[in-house]
Structures are given as C-alpha cells and as structure tokens.
C-alpha cells in the first residue's frame, strides 16, 4: 500500500474534523478498503479510523420502536441482536467469522457494494441511514453502483430500521466470492410490502415495485408468477446472465416470502 | 495386522506437528543477511511491442539499488522446455524462445517487463510504477481455432504459425480406425472442453538467490518439487553455472499440485541479480501475481468419437483435441497433451483401434503446464463422458456397458503404446457398487422428488499412468532428461538413519511413510529415521516429486539402499558373531546365526562399523551408508471406479453433491490413512473442477478471474463426506514395493462422474440435455434446462 497518515479519533466530533482533509478516507472495519489499499488501488492521504468513537456503536431501540443500529456496530454484534431476526440472519450469513468481526454495518452502507447484503435489508426496510449532517430515507441514499447520497466527508451514524411484522433476506451466493449474485429482502409492514434486491443491477440494489404490489394484496409467493423482472440491464458476467439473474432474483424473492410466511 | 509404524499401519504424520503449530520452514521464512527485494514490473497487456522504457526516473527513488529490463539479460539463456515433441510428420514442434524478461515483446498480462530491486519490498513497488513503459498495442490471440487460421496475429514473430505441434498419435493407427468407425453400428460423438483452471496453492511462489564470492558459488532458495530439476535447468540452460557450484534448496512447500514443478523466470532473476549486485536477493510473489505468473492448467477443446458394434462392443475411438500452451512452453507443457494424455486414451477398456490427434497452440495467455493428473484427466473426462453419453443413447445401463468393454486379462498392450501390468476393474467397480449403495439410490431419489430436488447418480472408471517414468521410454518420447530418482541410507553409529531422498514432500507425507518402509525392512521404530529432502547439497541427484512417483521411483530407490545397507549389515554382523554370512538370519532388528542362539543386536553392529576396532577393514569398508538409483521398467498403472450423487435445484440450477464414493486399486499401501488423505484430496480439486474453478481472460486478453472473488475454489461445504476404499490391490508387477501411487487419482477420477451425475438428474426431470461443460455451474445448469 501506499503510505498514508492514520488517525483514530474517539469522538464523532474529531472524525467530522479529521475528514476535512483532503482525500482523507474513512476506516470502519476495513473489509474492503483495506484489500483494495493492498493492492494499490486507493490512495488516501490519511484514514480516519471509525472504530475507536464509542457513540456510533451498539444497538437499540427508539421510542418509535425502531431498531438503531451504530454505524461501527460489527456484523456479529447485529448478528446476534433479536430485535430484528431477518436483520440478524441476514447478517450472520455475511462474508465469514473473521469478516463478521470486523466488518461495520455503516461501512457496507457507506461503500454500497452492488452485491452486498445490507443494502437490500436497509431499503427493504425504508430504514433511515442518519449521518453526522442530516437524516437521509434509504429510497434516497442508494444512488447507483457504489455510488451513494453521502457527501464529502460525511459519516454515516446510525442506521433506524422500523421493524416489520416479517421479513426474510434470501441468497443466492456467488460461487467464488460468495457475495449475493442475487439477494432479495422482503418485508411486510402495515402499509404495505417492500422488496429490495441486491446484486442483480448495473444500478446496485433496487426496489422491485411490481413485486411489492402483487405481495401487498396477496403476500404469498403464487402472488409472483406472473411477473417477471427484465434481465437487460442487470449484471452479466462469468457467474451468469442477467436473463440469469433477473430468473434468480424472483426464485429468491418467492422463497423470501415463504421464509416470512 | 500391520506392525506399529511400519508398512500400513495408519501412522499420523509427523510433518504435521511443524505444519499445524506454524513451526514450518517455508521459502518466505528464510532471509538471507543483507538481503534486497524485488518488484517485477508486469505487463498489463496480453499482447505488445515495447516501444519505450525508461527507468531513468525509478532509479532515483528512494531505496532503489539497480533496475533489470531485457537488455540486461542479452546474451543469457532463456527459460528451457524440457520435452520436445514431434508432430505427425516427424518434424519437431515449434519451440520459441522464453526470455527471463521481456525483449521487445509482451506476450501475456503478467510478462515480466523489467525487474526493481531495492531496500525494500514497498520501495521497489514504488520505483516500479515510476518506470515510463510504452506498449503497442497488437491484437491478442486468444481463441485457439483462430489462432491457427491464415493471417491470425503471431504470439512469435519468428515461427511459421501459432502452432507448436500437430500430433497424431498413434499415426500408423488412423487408416483402421477410420475403417472402425466406417462400419460401426453406432457412433457417439461428443464435443467437450476441459476448462483452464489455476493451481492455487495455499502457499504463492517464493525465490531468494545468494551469491557468495569466495567460493564463487551460488543458492537458491525455492518454492519448488524438484530442486534438482530446477539446478540442471536454470544452471545448465539459463544462467550457465555448473552444478558443484549451484545449490538449490527447496525447503518447507505448502503445496504444488503441478505448478511447482517448472523453472520460473523468477527464479533465475534472482539467482542471476544476485551475482550482478553481489547482495542476496528475495521475491514473494502476491497471490494476484500468482494468478498471471504460476503455470496455469488443462485447457483443452476436444471433438472426441466413439465406435461400437450391435453388441456395444468398442470399436474404436478418435478424438481430435486443441491444446493450450499459452505464450511460452513451460517445462512439462508439451508433454501433458500428448503422452501424458494420448497413452491413456485406451482407459480401462479393450477399445482395439485408437487414434488420438492434438494440436498444440500458442495463445496470449499465462503459459499452461501439468496440474493435478495433467493430460490424464482430460484423457479421463473424455472417455467417461462419451461412454456414458453412449450408454444414454443406447438405453443401456452406463455400469453394464463399462463392464462389458472391460479389460480383464494383464498384462495388456494397448493400442496407444503402453503396457499395463495389473489391475481388476470388475474388482473395484463391484467394491464401488457396493460402497455407493447403488440399490439404494432409487430410494433417495424418490425423497430429493419430495422435496422438489432432481437427484442424479453418475459413475466413471479411470486408469493412470504414473510412478513416472522409465527413462528410456520418456526419452523415446521426447524427453530431455531421465526420470529415475535416488536415495541414500544413511546409518549414523548408533543405529539412527537419515534417508536423502530425491522426491520432494509438500503434503505428500513422506516424512512419514518413507521412514516406515525402512523401519518396516530393519525391523526398528521408525521414530530411529529421518527423512531428508528438498536440497540439493544434502541429497543424491533426483527428479522430485510430480506424476505420483514419489513412492514408486523414489520409494523402490530407498528400499533397493536399503538392502545394500542389510547386505553390509550381515557381513558385520557375520563378523562379531564369527559365523560365516550365510548363516545371518535377520529379523525384527537382530542378526542371529541360525540353528543357534548366537545374536547381535542392529545397534551393535552400527556401532561396530563406526568404531571398528574389531572389525574386517580388510573385507569390508568401515561406516555403513549406501545410496541406490531407481529407474522403473514400466509406468505403474493405478485404476478405479467413481461414483457421484447429485441433487439439483430445478428452479436455479444448482448442483450439490450429496454422495461422492471412490474405489482405488493403488496395489500396495504403505500409510492407508495418508492415501485417504490424498484421495479426499483430490475429489475435493475435481469437484471443484467439475462445478465451480474457470480461469476466464476476455478478448483483449484480460484475465477476468485473477482473484478469489471471481475464481471459485472448492471449500468444506461443496464437498460431502467421501465413501473411500483401496482394499482392491493388484501390486505392480515391476517395483519392489508393488506399490502404484496415490497422489493424483482423485483428481483425475472425480469430474467424469460429478458432470454424469448432473446429466442424470436433468434427464431423470424430462431435460433432453446431454453435455454441459465444466464448471457445471448454477447459469449453465439453468441456461441448459432453458433448451
């Protein structure tokens, strides 16, 4: 890696400070920022470490019955909490042990992988990914392949996810990297159904809205079969096609609802 | 029963305490006092004139001591290839010359363009992106069949084609298998490609050179499997250093499965730099550097047919196949398309006409070479997949018709010039039959049916020729050296041995199987012996290890010492005892004298060769060492009979394996528990073949699966727990052990049965599917039920 300076502020509000240099990059669990500094393709001038600011991490719930999750929070840690279990097997099925123990939720969101799990589950759920600057609704933050609402220097610190009456994330992994080739998140609230499908798009997650229709008058997976998601702008490559993936992506949401029941 | 620690008793490996506590000594453990680092500036083109290179900028950077490019090595030799095969009209291949570093010319995406040695390993990073190099652009050649075309871009400017060789094997057999497949009853056809796959062992290749003045002697420390095939190579052809001033150490290796076998650019550089800067020089390759720079393997594209008469006997069988040699030959690379894979196409079956053609072709990609099984699994993949597709068109039952075609009497000639000496395939295909549980497959298909799965079952025999080889046979074939192998007994004075072996272990185990042979002869714990390899100052002259023929060549050498050793051991004991040496008797580690109950213990004897002061120095040398060298008379021929059971999900197109059972006939067993090992193994790469590895470049040349993200490997969970049995033991006839080899029969027996099993269960769901090339991936599943 290239040389960089390195800080690890203990308090949002020197992290704030410390991202105003220029190319300065945030550190969270360093799942895939690290790799990619390994091989050369970042070069920041400073990392902030994210890691050691005790009030971005740990899990709760509002008094709005929303689950808060710190950024900071490691994948285990929302693994194991029971406020939200399709939240939590979602997360204990991302990457393995060691990634699990490192990995953040708020650096997954901050990164906005095509093919990774969180994405799915936050606008599946409507959450509300709260920064040190504003609130932003997650139909607003997923802006295109990690591409996202963030500006410059933002910090995401919390992520709020109203808890549905059921949800089930569904993956079909990707044989290599074992990230979603497809992963599907369906979660029935009061007002309606939500369906977010991950790894599928040129344009990363997005809401399937015929899904959630058809699931809002019927939540059964025979509520599906007549729809059908086009495949001409999805992924394609070595791992499959996007007529593939769009198949793929209406087995998972189908088991999805199955799974929620 | 076997007796404690010696021939097959289960003995864990000893080597494994080092390997599991992380006490091993690998070739990135070692540093060399003042050692320097170095970076190779690769090509990130698959296809390129050099048009500019100026390191004039890298230079001064900090920490950079000397930057290598092509220039420097005018004059030096290049990387050899040590086989020279001769095509169908008798003329030799095409071999073009493979530079340790660029001249002029890229030819594949990780060509080495110029090397930066500096302080440190972050430091000649640096300075090798400071280089300014400026490529031009030529079209990469990368689909073979278009390679060959008229007016298809050269990789080599200075050869006639793209073809290395155009082979025909065996050449006098093609007019009568013509005939056969003229008046055949039925012919199959089937066109397949075994798919380019990348090693991948756990540990990536590391090369560190020393040079010392006052002896003017070189070392290099090395990732390799035969240090002496590395010191003849690179000393002879490279770099020009005669063998008493060379050694090459290959210490602790975490695996090599082929790819270690050859002699990389890499390592003459550093051997060559560190003459040139009189500082001792290290690389350590990363793993994406791995993925453009380790001999890859497989690749070839294969239009195979067979012959049979009304009663489904074969006839005959043809195949026509394109061989990827990528952008240079490696050192095995000619070899593994023809008689590694052209001699075994008669497999397990008494088939009277063969005729196998193989063009070989240079493309813009990583050089291929031998990797688990090498030639022989494709040989395998071919012949299982046309038979069974036969046996679907016929509407017979795949076992039946595979029983039916059986060799069943030895020693068999085949019509591809080699000569099996033993084996009992109804033997292992009855025990495979019975391992399977074939009666209970219809049972477990009616409950994956339940469950909304599609359960397939598919089997496949295999033969392989390994113990490789008799010299005068590979050198017939073309080979540019011998393949014998050597072992020196070492009896120290109080009975302790050391045995300098030339096979090279790397998870092989021979730490603890060889010591049991020799404990087994002696009749002493074999905790008493140590194994020594891997360095070319310490150990006789050997090939290494490749081609399963650790035990079968080095092993048969070590027991031929061996007997030299009990030989001497007699006479002493003859001596001590004053009894003539015809009457020694030696048993469990005692010399006696027959009929009495005079005896000596073996301590006491090694004692008296090192300390003779009652001795016949007049009769017989004092100490007791003995060396032996072993070149087999014939390949030894392991065979087997494989069963896969798959479920696949109809609506995504995904395959589990469920059961997967081997029966192997490796003649003798020394340690069964290690020939588990290596079985298991080997499944474990052929599945991971069969579903899931593809090495993928694009058009342009780009490799687009140079990582794990993308390349698939084989984990815990793709695999089941394996049915394993070797009770099926025909010993080879011709070495002294009777043993046959291990190593690669997993490898080379899974993928035929796992893409079988796959047909089966789409067929058993009403697919009128027939062939799916590997990797029978998820999307190739679902696109093949598509229609």
Redesign the interface.
Known sequence: ??AFDFERPKTLADAVKAMTDEDAVALSGGQTLIPSLK??LAMPSKLVSLTGIDEIKGICVDDDGRVCIGAATIHADVAAQEYYPALAALASNVGDPAVRNRGTIGGSLANNDPSACYPAAALGSGAVIRTDKREIAADDYFTGMFETALEEGEIITEIKFPVPETAAYMK?EQ???R?ALVGVFVAKYADGVRVAVTGASNEGVFRWSEAEAALGSDFSAGALDGLKLDGSNMIS?????GD?RA??AK?MTKRAVEKAG | MPKDGGIGDATKRREDVRFLSGTGNYTDDINVAGQAYVHFLRSDVAHGKITGLDTAAAEGMPGVLRIFTGKDFEGVGGIPCGWQVTDKHGEPMQEPAHPVLAQGKVRHVGDPIAAVVAETR?QA??AA?AIEVDIEDLPAVMDMKAALEDGAPKVHDDLSSNLCFDWGFVEDNKAATDAAFESAAHVTTLELVNQRLVANPMEPRVAVGAYNRAGDDYTLYTTSQNPHVIRLLMGAFVLGIPEHKLTVIAPDVGGGFGSKIYHYAEEAFVTFAAKAMNRPVKWTSSR?EAFISDAQGRDHVTKIELALDAENNFTALRTETYANMGAYLSTFAPCVPTYLHGTLMAGNYKTPNIYVNVKAVFTNTVPVDAYRGAGRPEATYQIERVIDKAARELKVDPIALRRQNFITEFPYATPVAVEYDTGDYVATMDKLEEIADVKGFAARRAESEKNGKLRGFGVNCYIEACGIAPSALVGALGARAGLYDAATVRVNATGSISVMVGAHSHGQGHETAFPQVVAEMLGIDPGMIDIVHGDTSKIPFGMGTYGSRSLAVCGSAMVRATEKIINKAKKIAAHLMEASEADIEFKDGQFSVAGTDKSVAWGDVTLAAYVPHNYPLEEIEPGLEETAFYDPANFTYPSGAYACEVEVDP??G?VTVERFAAADDFGNIINPMIVDGQVHGGIGQGIGQA??E?C?YDESGQL??GS??????PRADDVPFYAVDHSCQTPCTHNPLGVKGCGEAGAIGSPPSVVNAVIDALQSGGHTVTHIDM?V???RV??AMQG
């Open positions: 890696m290239y091989q050369r079909f044989p290599a990297s990230f490559d070595v791992h499959g096609s593939y198949h793929i087995v | 972050e990073r640096d992106e994406s609506e995504t995904k579903l899931l593809q993928v687009l699966t794990y993200m993308d390349y698939a490997m990797p991936s998820p999307s679902w696109q």
